[in-house]
């Protein structure tokens, strides 16, 4: 009788998990668990996404009991959890999908010699993206540090890849006393209204996720994504970020079933844009995992002496807030705060103002972000408030500064996501429910909204002197 242990982390799903899948098919018995290791790694979640992994795991056990077997829960350091259960029943084999953020490596690797010197076998997959950081080289073996000629050798390599089969059976568990806890133990929901409300917005879960990919490619699909992805107002992009996160569906389940309806060599443009943007996930797992130090400092050692400023506590909260006096902006942070999630284009206006407008340290956005996000993901954030800084992989020149009015007439052209989020200014014309300040005064004095919080052309000349004094050294 063979049993062992599957250990599901980012991975929260049982179709295409390849792990899971090989736990399943080799082994007589099967453990299944998740340890929440929250406050033993560094990098810990933030409150919405702890929120989010309460109702996932509850999902995930779900499924599992349907097939006679449990999710057994663990509070603890992940190598003394694994070592308890080893010494408390007979296992053969400790088997997991690879996580790739530094602090995760670091842990998987001390775990797997731990195991091999008790001569117990450990195994781990790829269950989170379509190649391995180390396949994908530029000819010369270094990493690539940009985004298109990396996407080029990616597509080459081959996205079309069907997913692994779900397990028809799942082996039984063994009669053993664990120290195992229950869910409600592990503390995930903080007690306040605040994440309930946020998690009305979502469903969770695996299925939820196949639900979610499936109403997407039926509602707008490849097709339409390139003309709606970058309007907040309209739903034009998946929304399945943190269901990706936490593994309740595969980039390569999602790739392959948008195929199915549009083939790699017919691909229309929006078809293409949707996979690519899957593929800018896969580049932040790269980046991480190539330049670990970008998950807290710059990728460009010249921006470690960048003049951020220091004394910043009230601006920050008036962003955090949504009170900045730029109605794109405080949609765009209501909307985070209100459900979770942002709108893409709006993260990338958002990011903006805060590094190069006010000047705050790209990190205290990220970390707000981190804590607010449903999808918050070191490696995606990371990547994301780089670029918008300035100092990352691929970043977006320094010299761009998103202006968040013009930004706003292009993309919210009607105000409609202005108004949804910011209903004190619904009444406004589409003209001044972009720049308020520009309604009559009989009309300001009877808005309860802040002035703008800075000049927009002051701010954006000492932004740019900023940052070319920083792109001057080498
Ligand atoms: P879709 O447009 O439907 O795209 C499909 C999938 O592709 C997404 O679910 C996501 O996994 C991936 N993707 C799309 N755009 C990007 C991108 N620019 N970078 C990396 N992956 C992408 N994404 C996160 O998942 N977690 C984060 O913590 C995160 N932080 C961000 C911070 C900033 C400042 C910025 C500018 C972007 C950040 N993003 C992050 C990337 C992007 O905003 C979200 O992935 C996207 O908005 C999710 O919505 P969607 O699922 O509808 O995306």
């Known amino acids: 009788?063979?049993?062992?242990?599957?250990?599901?982390?980012?991975?929260?799903?049982?179709?295409?998990?390849?792990?899971?899948?090989?736990?399943?098919?080799?082994?007589?018995?099967?453990?299944?668990?998740?340890?929440?290791?929250?406050?033993?790694?560094?990098?810990?979640?933030?409150?919405?996404?702890?929120?989010?992994?309460?109702?996932?795991?509850e999902s995930l056990n779900k499924q599992l009991t349907t097939f006679d077997s449990e999710l057994l829960l663990f509070k603890g350091v992940a190598l003394d959890v694994i070592n308890d259960i080893c010494q408390k029943t007979d296992i053969d084999a400790v088997i997991w999908n690879r996580c790739y953020e530094p602090e995760a490596i670091e842990r998987d690797s001390?775990?797997?010699?731990?195991?091999?010197?008790?001569?117990?076998?450990?195994?781990?997959?790829?269950?989170?993206?379509?190649?391995?950081?180390?396949?994908?080289?530029?000819?010369?073996?270094?990493p690539y540090r940009v985004y298109t000629p990396y996407w080029r050798q990616v597509a080459q390599l081959g996205l079309e890849q069907p997913p692994v089969s779900t397990p028809s059976k799942i082996p039984t568990l063994p009669t053993a006393s664990?120290?195992?806890?229950?869910?409600?133990?592990?503390?995930?929901?903080?007690?306040k209204p605040w994440p309930a409300d946020m998690l009305s917005y979502w469903k969770i879960g695996e299925l939820a996720a196949?639900?979610?990919?499936?109403?997407?490619?039926?509602?707008?699909?490849?097709?339409?994504?390139?003309?709606?992805?970058?309007?907040?107002?309209?739903?034009?992009?998946?929304?399945?970020?943190?269901?990706?996160?936490?593994?309740?569906?595969?980039?390569?389940?999602?790739?392959?079933?948008?195929?199915q309806e549009t083939p790699l060599h017919e691909l229309d443009g929006g078809t293409e844009t949707f996979i690519k943007e899957v593929i800018w996930r896969e580049f932040a797992y790269y980046i991480m995992y190539h330049f670990p130090d970008t998950q807290h400092e710059a990728m460009y050692p010249q921006f470690k002496n960048f003049?951020?400023?220091?004394?910043?506590?009230?601006?920050?909260e008036k962003w955090q807030k949504g009170q900045t006096g730029y109605p794109i902006i405080d949609a765009g942070m209501r909307e985070l705060y209100a459900t979770g999630w942002m709108h893409n284009r709006v993260r990338m206006i958002v990011a903006s103002f805060l590094c190069k407008n006010l000047l705050i340290n790209w990190q205290l956005g990220e970390a707000w972000f981190r804590d607010i996000l449903v999808d918050a993901d070191l490696a995606s954030n990371t990547l994301g408030w780089q670029w918008s800084s300035g100092c990352g992989a691929d970043a977006s020149p320094y010299f761009r500064v998103f202006n968040p009015v013009t930004q706003s007439k292009k993309f919210d052209k009607e105000g409609e996501y202005i108004r949804r989020w910011v209903p004190e200014l619904k009444d406004l014309d589409n003209k001044s429910i972009?720049?308020?300040?520009?309604?009559?005064?009989?009309?300001?004095?009877?808005?309860?909204?802040?002035?703008?919080?800075?000049?927009?052309?002051?701010?954006?000349?000492?932004?740019?002197?900023?940052?070319?004094?920083?792109?001057?050294?080498?």
């Open 1 to 57: 009788m063979t049993t062992a242990i599957f250990w599901f982390r980012q991975d929260l799903r049982l179709s295409d998990n390849p792990g899971f899948l090989a736990a399943c098919e080799d082994y007589d018995q099967l453990i299944p668990i998740f340890i929440d290791d929250n406050g033993h790694l560094k990098s810990q979640l933030g409150e919405a996404s702890r929120a989010w992994l309460h109702h996932s795991l």
């Open 110 to 142: 001390n775990i797997k010699a731990a195991l091999k010197a008790q001569s117990i076998h450990a195994q781990s997959e790829n269950a989170l993206l379509f190649f391995e950081p180390w396949q994908v080289l530029k000819k010369d073996g270094t």
């Open 178 to 191: 664990l120290s195992n806890v229950t869910l409600k133990s592990l503390d995930l929901l903080p007690n």
């Open 210 to 259: 196949q639900n979610t990919l499936t109403e997407f490619l039926a509602r707008s699909g490849g097709v339409d994504y390139k003309n709606k992805r970058d309007l907040p107002a309209v739903v034009g992009t998946s929304q399945l970020s943190p269901h990706l996160h936490f593994g309740e569906i595969s980039p390569r389940q999602i790739v392959w079933q948008t195929l």
């Open 307 to 316: 003049p951020w400023l220091e004394d910043v506590s009230e601006n920050l």
């Open 434 to 474: 972009h720049e308020p300040w520009l309604a009559s005064s009989v009309v300001r004095s009877r808005l309860d909204y802040p002035e703008p919080m800075v000049d927009l052309a002051a701010t954006r000349l000492r932004a740019l002197d900023a940052y070319s004094h920083v792109k001057k050294q080498k």
